[in-house]
Nanobody
């Protein structure tokens, strides 16, 4: 069973960098598409980035292109999100998600983690 656990959030400064991690403790998502979403206080959850099962192709929300990098670990059961040049607008709860291969194209993910809070201050 897919069990997603995020880590790496915290209190950060504008301009800094961080790496969020998501591990499938059930070790089953090697062939699943993975993604990161985020939800800021008072706003709807939004897509941030996704990566296909092999890790060879990634998609990004346009405004974060160039600052966000999604990648998969060698064992394929871990996915990372590196955020560079942090902005206050990046403050949100970040969620890891997994789904079948088509999820990479339609953003309809099935499995979700509990989320990790990222707070960016000036």
């Amino acid at each position: 069973q897919v069990q997603l656990v995020e880590s790496g959030g915290g209190l950060m400064r504008v301009g800094g960098s961080l790496v969020l991690s998501c591990e499938d403790s059930g070790r089953t998502f090697g062939n699943l598409a993975m993604a990161w979403f985020r939800q800021a206080l008072g706003k709807e959850r939004e897509f941030v980035a996704s990566i296909n099962w092999s890790g060879g192709t990634a998609r990004y929300k346009d405004p974060v292109k160039g600052r966000f990098t999604i990648s998969r670990g060698d064992a394929k059961n871990t996915v990372f999100l590196q955020i560079d040049n942090l902005e206050q607008e990046d403050t949100a709860v970040y969620y890891c998600a997994a789904g079948p291969a088509d999820s990479f194209f339609n953003d309809e993910f099935v499995y979700w983690g509990q989320g990790t809070q990222v707070t960016v201050t000036s």
